[in-house]
């Protein structure tokens, strides 16, 4: 059968949505599908521009000039998404052979809708992939605003979201959290199923010589313990809990450092013979805050690092002793960072400050790879910190969660299941 991809971005770009895109489309290629992608010449960063048509893997991609969404004004963003949803419109009205089933993700939001507009027409059969829940993300960046106005927006782009998804033939989301609240959106027999994403980050043996080489590189002592956070610094995540641990095994005691979803519980110098590091690495907008605290306390064991180049990213992660992992509560159902995938494959154990019943807590619980803090308890983090002391926890848990990734976020495995879904809906 013949399937057609939409999404804003995709390789060589570094956008996580394409790479995943790609990584099913080559699954799909190789199960003798004929796979063609509409998505945009401009990067995710807008600082490059891609070759109009190019095959890749067997895979076919079409990239429309649309206006680049570089910068962080959303006024920008609006107008890359504007530019290419009107783009694609065109594009998917004529594109020929005209697809069997068309999958839509998530970037920009709403593209569905017009994979069901056309659709009506050319009747094909669609898909929805669905990376990021629109508008609830939305709602909880806090980006609708409030009052009346902000209540009728979110009401149209509820509205919108049902349109988008009614009468399709599948609706695929990450989790089982995002699947439940997906259900509020999908009337009648839509079919609606969850399967995770899968991380670049090969689990197995790797070389200890080079994770031992990335500790001296950035400084650190073979007798310190190095809880670290590596990804997207945004609104969804919770740095605050993190940062007064930080505080206090330095024995300082700063006003407690609080995310916007709810205050940090204050405790005691967990103290304790064990020297702690805590390292940040990545961007985003939470960043400032980190950046902000270290400025307010140069004695805190704090370090902050860069993004991780893909290609090092399995020994960046080895390199610490400890994952660890947030998300506010607002935005559980609605995101599901994939950045659990590679802790897990990495083989370290994850401590994860968050609501108990998402996705992430369910999963470590599951795996038994390493501790759930609720949002806010402090004084719960630094006991979960000393307990990740022994080397001999660590170890266990860290084996427990290679094992777990190993059976549930397998790239080849998840792709060939979605791969079957699709197949199931053509019959």
């Known amino acids: ?5 939409l999404n804003q971005f995709y390789p060589p770009d570094v956008a996580p949505t394409g790479q995943v895109a790609h990584d099913l489309a080559q699954c799909l290629v190789e199960r003798g599908h004929s796979v063609s992608v509409i998505c945009s010449r401009e990067s995710y960063s807008g600082h490059a521009t891609y070759a109009a048509r190019e095959q890749l893997d067997g895979v076919s991609i079409l990239r429309l000039r649309a206006i ?11 107008l890359s998404y504007a530019s290419f949803y009107v783009l694609l419109f065109i594009r998917i009205c004529f594109c020929r052979p005209r697809p069997d089933v068309v999958i839509s993700l ?3 939001p709403y593209v569905g809708l017009l994979a069901r507009l056309v659709g009506v027409v050319r009747r094909w059969r669609r898909v929805h992939w669905i990376m990021d829940l629109y508008p609830d993300v939305l709602t909880a960046h806090g980006l609708l605003g409030y009052g009346i106005a902000g209540h009728l927006v979110k009401g149209f782009l509820s509205w919108l979201t049902r349109r988008e998804l009614a009468g399709a033939s599948l609706v695929l989301t990450l989790g089982g959290g995002m699947a439940e609240r997906v259900k509020g959106y999908v009337t009648g027999k839509g079919r609606i199923t969850w399967i995770p994403l899968w991380s670049r980050v090969a689990a197995g043996p790797v070389d ?4 031992h080489d990335k500790r001296r590189e950035h400084g650190w002592r073979d007798d310190e313990l190095v809880f670290m956070y590596s990804g997207n610094m ?11 641990a930080a505080a206090k095994s330095s024995g300082s005691h700063p006003d407690s450092i609080s995310d916007s979803d709810g205050p940090a519980r204050p405790t005691v110098n967990s103290g304790g013979p064990v020297l702690k590091r805590f390292v940040f690495a990545g961007q985003g907008k939470r960043r400032i805050q980190i950046e902000t605290f270290t400025q307010a306390h140069p ?15 399995g020994v ?3 390199s610490a002793d400890v994952l660890l992992a947030s998300l ?3 935005w559980s159902g609605c995101m599901l960072p994939s950045k659990l995938q590679g802790m897990f494959a990495a083989g370290r154990p994850v401590v994860f400050v968050g609501p108990s019943d998402c996705t992430m807590a369910r999963w470590i619980r599951e795996a038994e790879a390493g501790w759930v803090v609720g949002p806010g308890d402090v004084s719960g983090l630094c006991s979960c910190l000393d307990q990740a002391a022994d080397p001999e926890v660590c170890r266990q848990k860290g084996e427990s969660a290679e094992r777990y990734a190993r059976k549930h976020f397998d790239r080849i495995v998840n792709c060939e299941r979605i791969a079957v879904l699709l197949e199931e809906v053509t019959g």
């Open 234 to 244: 945004g609104l969804g995540h919770r740095f605050g809990e993190f940062l007064n």
């Open 299 to 313: 004695n805190a064991p704090v370090q902050l690092l860069p993004y991780a180049p893909m290609a090092d990213l």
């Open 1 to 5: 059968m013949h399937i057609l991809i």
């Open 316 to 318: 960046h992660l080895r």
């Open 328 to 330: 506010g509560a607002q």
């Open 106 to 108: 998530t970037t920009p």
């Open 208 to 211: 200890e010589s080079r994770v």
């Open 68 to 78: 680049a969404f570089g910068g962080k004004s959303h006024l920008r963003k609006l």
